[in-house]
C-alpha cells in the first residue's frame, strides 16, 4: 500500500478553513484516499474518500491533485470540535485494510 | 441509527486474568475489525472478518489473543492470559463490503491490566 506523509501538528483559528495536506507521492492507480478523524477518548471518525475526483460531504471536502500525488482535506468553517488528529489513508480498491499512520494534530485556536 | 457497541467501555484486571472484549457491529455491515491503539505503535488492525469468517489475523500479537465471530451481530476479542503490555484501548470497527464502504468505528474499550 502506498505510504503517506503529513505533517505532524496544525493550529487554524476558530471560523477560519483549515487545510490539512497529504502526500501520498507512490499512490497507484487503484487506490482511494481516506481521510479520519479521531477526537480524544473516542473511535475514529470516517469523513471523506475520493479516487481522482474532488469530493465534498457535510463534513468537509477533499481536493486530490491531478496527478493524484497528494491532498488536502478542507474543513471550510473550523470550530474548537473540530480539534482532533487527522488520518490520510490511501487504501486499495478491494482491499478492506486500513493502515493508520500518525496523522497531524489540528489544534482550533479560539 | 446504532452505530457499533462495544464493551465494556473500561477494563481493570490482574495479569494473569482473561480478558473478554464484545462488539456489535453496524445492522447489515458484513465485515468486522478489531484495532488495538497504544501510545508506542499507534492504532493497529489485528484481525478481521468478513461475513462471519476470518480473513486476515496477521496482526494478532501472539496466541494468548483470539477472536471469534459466531453471528452477523456480535464478536469477541478474547485475551488469555494477559499481561500489562496488553494495556491499550481496543476498538472495534464495521463496514459494509460493497463499493470501498468506509468503516465506522465503535467508542473503544479501555484495557488496563496491572
Known amino acids: 500500500d502506498a505510504k503517506t506523509t503529513q505533517p505532524p501538528s496544525m493550529d487554524c483559528a476558530e471560523g477560519r478553513a483549515a487545510n490539512l495536506p497529504c502526500n501520498h507521492s507512490?499512490?497507484?492507480?487503484?487506490?482511494?484516499v481516506y481521510w479520519y478523524r479521531q477526537i480524544h477518548s473516542q473511535g475514529p471518525q470516517y469523513i471523506i474518500h475520493g479516487l481522482k475526483n474532488n469530493e465534498t460531504n457535510e463534513m468537509a471536502s477533499l481536493i486530490i491533485t491531478e496527478d493524484r500525488k497528494s491532498s488536502t482535506l478542507i474543513l471550510p468553517h473550523a470550530t474548537l470540535r473540530d480539534t482532533a488528529v487527522y488520518y490520510c489513508?490511501?487504501?486499495?480498491?478491494?482491499?478492506?485494510?486500513?493502515?493508520f499512520g500518525t496523522g497531524t494534530r489540528l489544534t482550533i485556536i479560539p | 441509527d446504532a452505530g457499533v457497541i462495544q464493551s465494556p467501555r473500561h477494563e481493570v484486571t490482574e495479569m494473569g486474568q482473561e480478558v473478554t472484549l464484545r462488539c456489535k457491529p453496524i445492522?447489515?455491515?458484513?465485515?468486522l475489525f478489531w484495532y488495538r491503539q497504544t501510545m508506542m505503535r499507534g492504532l493497529e488492525l489485528l484481525i478481521y472478518?468478513?461475513?462471519?469468517?476470518?480473513?486476515?489475523d496477521s496482526g494478532m500479537p501472539e496466541d494468548r489473543f483470539s477472536a471469534k465471530m459466531p453471528n452477523a451481530s456480535f464478536s469477541t476479542l478474547k485475551i488469555q492470559p494477559s499481561e500489562p503490555r496488553d494495556s491499550a484501548v481496543y476498538f472495534c470497527?464495521?463496514?459494509?463490503?460493497?463499493?470501498?464502504?468506509?468503516?465506522?468505528f465503535g467508542d473503544g474499550t479501555r484495557l488496563s491490566i496491572l
Open positions: 470497527a464495521s463496514s459494509a463490503t460493497e463499493g470501498n464502504q468506509p468503516q465506522h
Open positions: 472478518f468478513n461475513n462471519n469468517v476470518p480473513i486476515d
Open positions: 507512490t499512490i497507484s492507480g487503484n487506490e482511494y
Open positions: 489513508i490511501v487504501r486499495p480498491r478491494g482491499n478492506e485494510k486500513l493502515t
Open positions: 445492522s447489515g455491515h458484513n465485515s
